[in-house]
């Protein structure tokens, strides 16, 4: 068993209460039709899911010690704290959704971070762009694209709000990371911009890899969305295999590669 996720309570408590800034009702949501498996199921991905949005609080907070070190300008100080703010704010409530499934979730293992080697003696300037192509371009773009397809099929009360809560601040963190990718670019040589693709291709390679077995199986009698509605899933925030690999499919070609492009990252 890994380390359940806790709260601390007393004052705390009303800090936290304030960055959710919602009033969701978790014991709204109705599982008692939802069969043995299926629920067994949605434990299990919203499990995943509070994980990542706590890694991902993680990995936001080493970048704000990364552009800190960089001496970037103060404002995008403010704009990394929105979007650690907004991570625990989405992991809180992913938290919630577990509760009401009928689970504790707990913490990845291990708890600790781990650098990844390339990056470990790289000056704090190189780690922040290696941070924000990679986490923030790559990764957040695709996770977007798969909340926001949820969001626009769900209508179960509770499920929506939780998808609403992310879905409303994404234009807005969207702008934030291209922009600072752009902006970073220009204060490395152009003679430097090979070795910043070759990592933007890896970090989208590394992607495609998890996916295309996905995309493979998938029947090609059925290759669009329209073939795998999931009516009987998204109540709950899940997909069948098949639609998530098509969401990312579509995120990948319509979304994250034309932006790569246009920065001259791939």
């Known amino acids: 068993m890994g380390r359940p996720f806790r709260f601390a309570g007393d004052m705390f408590e009303r800090v936290h209460r ?6 969701i009702r978790f ?18 991905t919203w499990e995943r899911r509070t994980q990542s949005e706590f890694r991902a609080i993680q990995i936001l ?9 960089s001496g970037d300008p103060i404002d995008v100080y403010a704009g990394v704290l929105n979007a650690i703010g907004d991570e625990i704010r989405q992991c809180a409530l992913s938290i919630g959704v577990c509760q009401a499934l009928g689970i504790e979730p707990t913490m990845p293992k291990p708890v600790e971070l781990e650098e990844r080697p390339a990056t470990v003696d790289a000056p704090l300037v190189e780690r922040a762009l290696y941070t924000a192509i990679c986490m923030l371009g790559v990764n957040e773009t695709l996770s977007a694209g798969f909340v926001t397809d949820l969001h626009e099929r769900c209508d179960d009360t509770v499920i929506k709000a939780v998808l609403d809560a992310t879905v409303s601040r994404e234009p807005q963190r969207s702008t934030l990371r291209w922009r600072y990718i752009e902006l970073s670019l220009l204060r490395f040589p152009p003679d430097t911009l090979n070795h910043w693709r070759a990592i933007t291709r890896a970090a989208v390679a590394r992607q495609k890899a998890s996916m295309q077995p996905l995309l493979d199986a998938i029947d090609p009698a059925r290759p669009t969305l329209e073939d795998w509605p999931d009516t009987d899933r998204v109540a709950l925030g899940l997909f069948s295999k098949e639609r998530q690999a098509l969401v990312f499919q579509r995120t990948l070609e319509g979304v994250l590669e034309p932006r790569l492009r246009r920065l001259g990252l791939l």
Not at 36 to 41: A, I
């Open 18 to 23: 304030e960055l959710l800034d919602t009033s």
């Open 61 to 69: 907070s080493r970048f704000l010690v990364q552009v800190v070190g």
């Open 27 to 44: 014991d709204a949501l109705d599982i008692s039709d939802v069969s043995p498996d299926r629920l067994e199921v949605a434990r299990r």
